[in-house]
């Protein structure tokens, strides 16, 4: 009986014992294919040797250094990188632990902006449902994910949400996918209007959402209207790309893709690939001189902010991601992914919609292809998914979203960038022989 409480929870788990490339061996020498890279952190695989030889090298020099008496060359360093490749107007770097950390950090930068400029009456955050932002209670308030938010609800901050853009169940019919997203963009105006003009200080959202619903990309021009509703009314636009940032859509940035930028930036998983814990909070020089102008500081920290270890890793994985121009091969083994599962699933009664961006795509399972009913929650069609593709050696990233109100089913596919076509091929046959397995299961073909 270990004492570990996830292994407890999950007694089946299988104990991981070495990782290379694409691939994880567990202790009893099973492989699997790591085709989410985690929950899409693994983006340049595993066991790296420059990675691995970049921490060696740190830890040679110095492992933790407080940031409360000392700077550190390597987190200068990361920082100043991050910066140079940043979309416009971001010119600070808060590094912390985390995707959650840094959503808390991006939300007190929000609010300590206003109140530094002499706004404090802007305190409501607007967000959209079967979003996720992170488990901390201020992330997870912020994050309109029913099914983890309920029993923690009496102790969250309250936050407002809109529907998502996701225009395979909302797009109505007729209507052209640039008029969808308008729509959608417009209840942020709505939703700012009834809260009142100077009362909401910041709209959340994922560029492209990613466990929740499934690698949602948003419809075109739906980011420029949020951004211009953003700036008509004075409201911080934080984008969340801890799952679809740094490289994993095929651009170091999602938003780059929309044509816009943020007021505040907020990364992890992808940016130091799991070989260190590290996430981020890009900021603009705006945000940054209320701070420098008004109480001289932010008013936030954590013990491991800007861990020398932290940083090591994100700069060894960023580097190297551009030194072997590993965004043309997440362009170009996306769309492979994306032929293949077209050709895998395009016809297939079970998969209602297939859609993402370069290593990040999904597919989302129904009942019924004509009136895209989703399976009956009861079944679990996620959680069969993933055990079947683990019996085949296969890492995927099956989740029950919400839709309008009901547990729905996606599956992620995330692979590192360094995936192979002939990687591509075997993650989408093992995941066919898994959805049918699944399906089989509960009594459909
Ligand atoms: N935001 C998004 C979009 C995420 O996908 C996640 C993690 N799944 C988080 C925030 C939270 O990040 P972390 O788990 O590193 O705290």
């Given at each position: 009986?270990?004492?570990?409480?996830?292994?407890?929870?999950?007694s089946?788990?299988?104990?991981?014992?070495?990782?290379?490339?694409?691939?994880?061996?567990?202790?009893?020498?099973?492989?699997y294919l790591d085709?989410?890279?985690?929950?899409?952190?693994?983006?340049?695989?595993?066991?790296?040797?420059?990675?691995?030889?970049?921490?060696h090298?740190?830890?040679d020099?110095?492992?933790?250094?407080?940031?409360?008496?000392?700077?550190?060359?390597?987190?200068e360093?990361?920082?100043?990188?991050?910066i140079?490749?940043?979309?416009?107007?971001l010119d600070?770097?808060?590094?912390?632990?985390?995707?959650s950390e840094?959503m808390?950090?991006?939300?007190k930068?929000?609010?300590?902006?206003?109140?530094?400029?002499?706004?404090p009456?802007r305190?409501?955050?607007?967000?959209?449902r079967?979003?996720?932002?992170?488990?901390?209670?201020?992330?997870?308030a912020?994050g309109?994910?029913?099914?983890?938010?309920?029993?923690?609800?009496?102790?969250?901050?309250?936050?407002?949400?809109i529907?998502?853009c996701y225009?395979?169940?909302?797009?109505?019919?007729?209507e052209?996918?640039?008029?969808?997203?308008?729509?959608?963009a417009?209840?942020?105006?709505d939703?700012?209007?009834?809260?009142?003009?100077?009362q909401v200080?910041?709209?959340?959202?994922?560029?492209?959402?990613g466990?929740?619903?499934?690698?949602?990309?948003?419809?075109?021009?739906?980011?420029?209207?949020?951004?211009e509703?953003?700036?008509?009314y004075?409201?911080l636009?934080?984008l969340?790309?801890?799952?679809?940032?740094?490289?994993?859509?095929g651009?170091?940035?999602?938003?780059?893709q929309e044509g816009?930028?943020p007021?505040?930036?907020?990364i992890?998983?992808?940016?130091?690939?799991g070989?260190?814990p590290?996430?981020?909070?890009?900021?603009?020089?705006?945000?940054?001189?209320?701070?420098?102008?008004?109480s001289?500081f932010?008013?936030?920290?954590?013990t491991?902010?800007g861990?020398?270890?932290?940083?090591a890793?994100g700069?060894?994985?960023?580097d190297?991601?551009?030194r072997?121009n590993?965004?043309?091969?997440?362009?170009?083994?996306?769309?492979?992914?994306?032929?293949?599962?077209?050709?895998r699933?395009?016809?297939?009664?079970?998969?209602g919609?297939?859609?993402g961006?370069?290593?990040f795509?999904?597919?989302?399972?129904?009942?019924n292809k004509?009136?895209?009913?989703?399976?009956d929650?009861?079944?679990?069609i996620?959680?069969r998914?993933?055990?079947e593709?683990?019996?085949?050696?296969?890492?995927?990233y099956?989740?029950?979203?919400?839709?309008?109100?009901?547990?729905g089913?996606?599956?992620?596919?995330?692979?590192?960038?360094?995936a192979?076509?002939?990687d591509?091929?075997?993650?989408?046959?093992r995941?066919?022989a898994?959805?049918?397995?699944?399906?089989?299961s509960?009594?459909?073909?």
């Amino acid at each position: 009986m270990t004492h570990l409480l996830h292994r407890s929870i999950q007694s089946d788990l299988p104990v991981a014992a070495r990782g290379e490339g694409v691939f994880i061996y567990d202790r009893d020498g099973k492989v699997y294919l790591d085709a989410s890279g985690g929950a899409a952190v693994s983006s340049l695989g595993h066991g790296h040797p420059d990675v691995l030889k970049a921490l060696h090298a740190q830890l040679d020099t110095i492992a933790y250094a407080h940031t409360g008496f000392f700077t550190t060359e390597v987190a200068e360093k990361l920082a100043d990188r991050l910066i140079e490749d940043a979309p416009e107007g971001l010119d600070k770097v808060y590094l912390v632990s985390g995707g959650s950390e840094a959503m808390e950090a991006a939300l007190k930068m929000a609010r300590q902006y206003f109140v530094e400029t002499g706004q404090p009456g802007r305190r409501h955050v607007i967000a959209r449902r079967q979003s996720y932002h992170g488990n901390t209670l201020g992330a997870l308030a912020a994050g309109g994910n029913a099914l983890r938010r309920t029993q923690f609800s009496p102790l969250l901050i309250e936050t407002h949400h809109i529907a998502p853009c996701y225009a395979y169940r909302h797009q109505h019919e007729g209507e052209s996918l640039e008029n969808y997203g308008a729509r959608a963009a417009g209840e942020l105006e709505d939703k700012i209007l009834e809260l009142g003009e100077d009362q909401v200080m910041a709209f959340v959202a994922e560029p492209v959402v990613g466990a929740t619903s499934g690698a949602v990309p948003p419809a075109p021009g739906y980011f420029r209207k949020i951004r211009e509703i953003c700036d008509r009314y004075g409201v911080l636009l934080i984008l969340d790309e801890v799952m679809c940032g740094m490289g994993r859509t095929g651009t170091l940035h999602a938003c780059e893709q929309e044509g816009i930028s943020p007021d505040l930036l907020v990364i992890a998983k992808g940016l130091g690939g799991g070989y260190q814990p590290i996430g981020a909070v890009l900021l603009s020089g705006r945000i940054f001189e209320a701070f420098e102008q008004g109480s001289g500081f932010f008013q936030h920290g954590h013990t491991y902010m800007g861990h020398p270890m932290a940083a090591a890793a994100g700069l060894a994985v960023q580097d190297i991601i551009r030194r072997d121009n590993l965004l043309a091969n997440v362009m170009a083994m996306g769309a492979h992914l994306t032929d293949c599962l077209a050709q895998r699933f395009g016809q297939d009664p079970r998969v209602g919609d297939i859609r993402g961006r370069g290593l990040f795509q999904a597919i989302e399972l129904v009942e019924n292809k004509e009136t895209k009913a989703p399976f009956d929650p009861a079944f679990k069609i996620h959680a069969r998914i993933k055990r079947e593709a683990m019996q085949r050696g296969l890492m995927v990233y099956p989740m029950g979203g919400t839709i309008d109100g009901r547990e729905g089913d996606h599956v992620l596919i995330a692979p590192p960038f360094i995936a192979t076509k002939t990687d591509i091929e075997t993650i989408v046959d093992r995941l066919g022989a898994a959805v049918d397995a699944a399906t089989q299961s509960i009594g459909r073909a």
